[in-house]
């Protein structure tokens, strides 16, 4: 939940490097049922094919968004702000970026599976242009919840939506 004053002119988007790593997995494990491994984000550090940014409010991790480049699908992996500084936007704005690295990196869509309950992050991606395409029954091992899959087309023309 939000707390507080969020000053989002102090919001920055760095690229993975090692110092991210440790505020990174405190996020992840307070936002992922089944959360990556240190390891797992120690390997997108130098990931060629890679896209992951780190969201820094007044210089403090705050969130992260990671793609893979799949020849032309930038293939959303993992997605999540600190549980204190959702609701104010960074969501958005980290996707907004991260789509606009892919697009620059030639990709022409985007792909990705959610958890079929979690309404914040489709609603989110429906914002960005995603539309649900299929449902992947019990495919989350943890809890043998659905998978949505969601695809963005056009991405050589796409634009952020206005805030
Ligand atoms: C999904 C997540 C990244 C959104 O981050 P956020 O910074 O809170 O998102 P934003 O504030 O930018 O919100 C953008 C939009 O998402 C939707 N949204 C976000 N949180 C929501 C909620 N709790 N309920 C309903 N809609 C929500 C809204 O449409 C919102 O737009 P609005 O504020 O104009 O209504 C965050 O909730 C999160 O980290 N969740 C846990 C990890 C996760 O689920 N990752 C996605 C895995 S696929």
Not at 68 to 75: G, L, N, S, T
Not at 85 to 106: D, E, P
Not at 133 to 147: L, S, T
Request: aromatic content about 8%; some cysteine; overall charge neutral.
């Amino acid at each position: 939940m939000a707390t507080g004053y969020i000053d989002l002119k102090t919001l920055r988007f760095e690229k993975l490097s090692e110092a991210h790593i440790k505020p990174i997995l405190e996020i992840e494990r307070a936002s992922n049922g089944a959360p990556w491994s240190e390891r797992s984000f120690r390997n997108e550090i130098e990931h060629r094919d890679g896209a992951f940014v780190v969201a820094l409010l007044s210089g403090q991790v705050v969130g992260f968004g990671a793609a893979w480049m799949v020849i032309d699908e930038a293939h959303i992996t993992n997605v999540a702000v600190a549980p204190e500084h959702r609701r104010h936007g960074i969501g958005r704005r980290m996707m907004i970026h991260l789509l606009q690295a892919s697009k620059q990196r030639g990709m022409t869509c985007s792909t990705l599976e959610v958890r079929a309950g979690n309404e914040a992050a489709i609603r989110l991606y429906e914002q960005l242009g995603y539309e649900v395409a299929a449902r992947r029954k019990g495919y989350y091992p943890d809890n043998k919840e659905d998978a949505v899959v969601m695809w963005l087309y056009g991405l050589e023309t796409w634009e952020p939506p206005k805030p």
